[in-house]
């Protein structure tokens, strides 16, 4: 296996941030579904992806079961908005993160998967490339239909979050407590072992972190997992679900940094809202595309996908009920 390159660790990194932005608009979308006046004007800041869609001949069918239809959210991730004032400007240059979240027909689970941007992949009327060649070759429809392909299904839903918008929302939850098993230093910040509560920079600083361990990455997936609960925890407690005031101060944190499709809308996603309402954190579960490892096609260095792992991925997305889905070990 062909070892990372610093450009690609970035690329890693800013995926593990955003990822953790990507379960946070989904958990407040279950949790403010009851405060549609109040955040109401937070939402008008929301950008709306126009024309997301390929055309409808070039997609999958929509199903339903005897337990109703999945949902399947594409979000991506950028970091940074450049000299324009809209998320979508450039986004073939900038989008470093691609996720699929999974909402199957029973409601009971989340399942984020991530899929790493060099992954090596046929991009429909392209050939082989990048999934992330998809964007700068056909914009955002020609994503939706790359993904639609690999996971065999249909998106739903769009969702563009800029990478600022996880920073305010650390900060805004006063910051994140958790368990910290190894202390460790990296940039100009340390992390002691036992509880630590870290927000902003120091947040991302910790989930990217990975040449201060021995195992490089092992360590940094356990800790990423650790903050994702710590996260999760913060932001669905009582005192934030139950205190209108207090989840539109969050959301009005977020959405400047968010641009969806208008079937995402608040008023739209309202059913949604209340069919996940009842999800703890156990039952969110994230994990990566199934990978072989890097390599080269000509200059570029590329993640091979294990196609074999993606089938049973597919297969399990067409289940009525993800309750004992177990994501394969990451390689």
């Known amino acids: 296996m062909t070892a990372e390159t610093p450009q690609k660790q970035r690329y890693v ?6 990822s953790i932005v990507g379960v946070i608009v989904l958990a407040l979308l279950a949790a403010i579904g009851w405060y549609f ?8 800041q929301v950008e709306t992806i126009e024309s997301a869609f390929p055309d409808e001949s070039l997609r999958p069918e929509a199903e339903t079961t005897d337990a109703g239809a999945p949902v399947n959210v594409l979000l991506l991730g950028t970091d940074t908005r450049g000299q324009s004032d809209s998320l979508l ?15 199957p027909p029973d409601r009971e689970t989340v399942q984020i998967m991530s899929i790493m941007r060099d992954s090596w992949v046929e991009i ?24 639609e392909t690999i996971i065999d299904q249909r998106i739903d839903h769009v969702g563009i979050i800029d990478f600022e918008g996880f920073e305010g929302l650390t900060e805004a939850l006063g910051g ?6 190894i202390a460790f230093s990296v940039d100009e910040f340390d992390y002691p072992s036992g509880e630590i509560t870290i927000s902003g920079e120091e947040a991302l600083a910790y989930v990217r972190a990975r040449y201060p361990f021995s ?4 360590q940094r997936t356990h800790n990423q997992r650790a903050f994702l609960r710590g996260l999760m925890t913060q932001t669905m407690t009582r005192e934030n679900l139950t205190n209108p005031n207090r989840m539109a101060d969050i959301f009005a944190t977020v959405s400047p940094h968010v641009a969806t499709t208008d079937t995402f809308q608040l008023g739209s996603s309202l059913p949604l809202a209340a069919s996940l309402a009842g999800i703890d ?3 969110i579960n994230t994990f990566t595309m199934p990978t072989l490892g890097t ?9 091979y996908v294990n196609w074999d792992g993606v089938e049973e991925i597919r297969a399990a997305f067409d289940e009525e009920s993800m309750t004992t889905f177990e994501p394969a070990p990451e390689r």
């Open 13 to 18: 990194g800013r995926w593990i941030a955003v």
């Open 37 to 44: 006046l109040r955040i109401n004007p937070s939402v008008q």
């Open 89 to 103: 400007t450039d986004l073939g240059d900038r989008a470093d993160v691609i996720l699929v979240a999974h909402i």
């Open 124 to 147: 429909p009327g392209h050939g082989n490339a990048k999934v992330n060649a998809a964007l700068a070759l056909g914009g955002v429809p020609l994503m939706v239909q790359t993904v």
């Open 176 to 181: 994140v407590r958790l368990q910290n098993d």
């Open 215 to 218: 195992d490089g990455d092992y």
């Open 281 to 283: 954190n156990s039952s």
């Open 295 to 303: 390599g080269m096609e000509g200059s570029q260095s590329v993640v």
